[in-house]
T-cell receptor, first 116, second 114 residues
Framework: EPEVTQTPSHQVTQMGQEVILRCVPI?????FYWYRQILGQKVEFLVS????????KSEIFDDQFSVERPDGSNFTLKIRSTKLEDSAMYFC??????????????FGPGTRLLVL | AQSVTQLDSQVPVFEEAPVELRCNYS??????LFWYVQYPNQGLQLLLK??????LVKGINGFEAEFNKSQTSFHLRKPSVHISDTAEYFC????????????FGTGTRLKVLA
């Protein structure tokens, strides 16, 4: 069964450093998402991406964040200058076309980011 | 805007007992509804979903949920739980158009006791 994969599984970085979290969505999916889960809290929407552009972003997704689909298979989240409060589990998700089961998002296993 | 409320942060239950995890939502437009399970140190796995049609939906691992539009609820139930059901359960909604982003509830930690 196809699945969403994410690398790395864990990342430790110093405050102010740039990090890139990588995701490989399910191959025929069209919608891509990033969510984050701060320890002990709920999963929060960050951004959605469709047709090579951001379709929606939350207020969390400020100028320090960016997303990219560089090569048609990977989907990346970049945090330009990490802050302590960026420490969280980051989930990538993908879905197909709505009406063909695309309403359902499939989540990757997550990347646990720790900013020191 | 949509919101999701999971009233119970923790639910302890003995093995083989029934369980209900509550989820209420608020939305001015039609929504799709989902339950996901998160086992320790793992990602989110889809348990079941309501898109349309029959209000009683069955999912994996013996779970089912009932969509109640008048009460804006989507409670998750299992008639007999196992130790292996110990996990965090998240209710989520998405709009039926647009970006289909999910809005999650705060989660319910189900602890099954021997």
């Amino acid at each position: 069964e196809p699945e969403v994969t994410q690398t790395p599984s864990h990342q430790v970085t110093q405050m102010g450093q740039e990090v890139i979290l990588r995701c490989v969505p399910i191959s025929n999916h069209l919608y891509f998402y990033w969510y984050r889960q701060i320890l002990g809290q709920k999963v929060e929407f960050l951004v959605s991406f469709y047709n090579n552009e951001i379709s929606e972003k939350s207020e969390i997704f400020d100028d320090q964040f960016s997303v990219e689909r560089p090569d048609g298979s990977n989907f990346t989240l970049k945090i330009r200058s990490t802050k302590l409060e960026d420490s969280a589990m980051y989930f990538c998700a993908s879905s197909g076309s709505p009406g063909t089961g695309g309403e359902t998002q499939y989540f990757g296993p997550g990347t646990r980011l720790l900013v020191l | 805007a949509q919101s999701v409320t999971q009233l119970d942060s923790q639910v302890p239950v003995f093995e083989e007992a029934p369980v209900e995890l509550r989820c209420n939502y608020s939305s001015s437009v039609s929504v799709y509804l989902f339950w996901y399970v998160q086992y320790p140190n793992q990602g989110l796995q889809l348990l079941l979903k309501y898109l349309s049609g029959s209000t009683l939906v069955k999912g994996i691992n013996g779970f089912e949920a009932e969509f109640n539009k008048s009460q804006t609820s989507f409670h998750l139930r299992k008639p007999s739980v196992h130790i292996s059901d110990t996990a965090e359960y998240f209710c989520a909604v998405s709009t039926t158009s647009g970006t289909y982003k999910y809005i999650f509830g705060t989660g319910t930690r189900l602890k099954v006791l021997a």
